[in-house]
């Protein structure tokens, strides 16, 4: 079946019927069954987001294995070619949702980025913004003793050091995740959690980066 070139004014629910097909919505942005366009600004701020993109709830617990296949799904329903002559889903803006459907594809995948985009929603949700460089206090002159321990300690040193420190990451990504999940379940989540979870991303960023060196 032919896409149609009108858009719906609100997207259907994930799950409910195609306004052009009939079958089952698998993502918020285009059907995957006939190719319609079901968001009337789809790359705009504010308009709908990733998790819907691909038909996901947002949460930290994905399954990748869902994501990558609405992932290939929705790059071959977006292909320009498919889409010359269609006045709601041309081959220019097929084009344009491609590659920010890619670049969502890429955030989703890491588990960082991923966490960082939910902080955001969820600050946004809260009216609040926690400080970008958020972090605990004396956390960086731990980090500078760490990484000076690094460097003035022979191979055996060194190993066991790291493998501290990616015991203490690993803590880290645990209560990352923990919080998030807390957060999505609250209606209105609270300033010091928002600003716990943003200490906790800046920290895996230093205990990432120090890890490697």
Same mark, same amino acid.
């Given at each position: 079946?032919?896409?149609?070139?009108?858009?719906? @004014?609100?997207?259907?629910?994930?799950?409910?019927?195609?306004?052009?097909?009939?079958?089952?919505?698998?993502?918020? *942005?285009?059907?995957?069954?006939?190719?319609?366009?079901?968001?009337?600004?789809?790359?705009?701020?504010?308009?709908?987001?990733?998790?819907?993109?691909?038909?996901?709830?947002?949460?930290?617990?994905?399954?990748?294995? &869902?994501?990558?296949?609405?992932?290939?799904? *929705?790059?071959?329903?977006? !292909?320009?070619?498919?889409?010359?002559?269609?006045?709601?889903?041309?081959?220019?803006?097929?084009?344009?949702?491609?590659?920010?459907?890619?670049?969502?594809?890429?955030?989703? *995948?890491?588990?960082?980025?991923?966490?960082?985009?939910?902080?955001?929603?969820?600050?946004?949700?809260?009216?609040?913004?926690?400080?970008?460089?958020?972090?605990?206090?004396?956390? &960086?002159?731990?980090?500078?003793? &760490?990484?000076?321990?690094?460097?003035?300690?022979?191979?055996?040193?060194?190993? !066991?050091?790291?493998?501290?420190?990616?015991?203490q990451l690993q803590a880290l990504?645990?209560?990352?995740?923990?919080?998030?999940?807390?957060a999505l379940e609250t209606a &209105? @989540?609270?300033?010091?959690? *928002?600003?716990?979870?943003?200490?906790?991303?800046?920290?895996?960023?230093?205990?990432?980066?120090?890890?490697?060196?």
């Open positions: 079946m032919t896409a149609p070139n009108t858009v719906p @004014p609100n997207p259907p629910a994930i799950g409910q019927p195609c306004p052009a097909c009939g079958q089952p919505v698998e993502s918020r *942005l285009v059907c995957l069954a006939c190719g319609a366009l079901l968001a009337l600004n789809p790359t705009s701020p504010g308009g709908l987001d990733f998790f819907g993109w691909f038909g996901l709830p947002p949460a930290m617990a994905l399954d990748t294995a &869902l994501l990558s296949d609405r992932w290939r799904r *929705l790059g071959f329903r977006l !292909h320009p070619d498919l889409h010359r002559g269609d006045s709601a889903l041309g081959p220019a803006l097929a084009l344009r949702l491609s590659s920010a459907v890619n670049a969502a594809y890429k955030m989703l *995948l890491d588990p960082a980025a991923r966490g960082a985009y939910l902080l955001a929603e969820l600050s946004r949700r809260a009216g609040f913004t926690p400080d970008p460089k958020a972090l605990p206090e004396g956390f &960086l002159r731990d980090m500078f003793n &760490l990484q000076e321990q690094l460097e003035e300690s022979g191979p055996a040193e060194q190993q !066991h050091t790291r493998g501290g420190l990616n015991r990504r645990t209560e990352r995740d923990r919080l998030l999940t807390e &209105l @989540p609270e300033a010091p959690a *928002l600003t716990r979870i943003q200490q906790l991303l800046n920290q895996e960023k230093y205990l990432v980066k120090l890890s490697a060196e």
